[in-house]
Nanobody, 120 residues
Framework: QVQVVESGGGLVQVGGSLRLSCAAS????????VGWFRQAPGKEREFVAG????????LYADSVKGRFAASRDNAKNTVYLQMNSLKPEDTAVYYC?????????????WGQGTQVTVSS
């Protein structure tokens, strides 16, 4: 069992930056891939980024490629999502999730989400 908790969301102006954190507790977090997802009002949840258990493999949605970067510190049981050049369309609740499938596969453990609002 793994528990994950997101933090770092907030209100930022267009072009600004935020860094989200996903802190994990429970067994062997370093064995899990972590995905970042987001859900905007009235829209379905979408994949944003994923990072493999070692941190060597990452995957990004086209909409955030070149602006967002995922990283992890397994010694701290924490995964990060650095978000730069933020746009109003990045406004959403952001979730992290842990799983042992592929980066686009099934994730078993989800956090409660953190709100990101980008104002123009």
């Amino acid at each position: 069992q793994v528990q994950v908790v997101e933090s770092g969301g907030g209100l930022v102006q267009v072009g600004g930056s935020l860094r989200l954190s996903c802190a994990a507790s429970g067994r062997a977090f370093s064995n899990y891939n972590v995905g970042w997802f987001r859900q905007a009002p009235g829209k379905e949840r979408e994949f944003v980024a994923g990072i493999g258990w070692s941190g060597r493999n990452t995957l990004y949605a086209d909409s955030v490629k070149g602006r967002f970067a995922a990283s992890r510190d397994n010694a701290k049981n924490t995964v990060y999502l650095q978000m730069n050049s933020l746009k109003p369309e990045d406004t959403a609740v952001y979730y992290c999730a842990a799983g042992q499938g592929s980066l686009l596969g099934k994730y078993d453990y989800w956090g409660q989400g953190t709100q990101v609002t980008v104002s123009s």
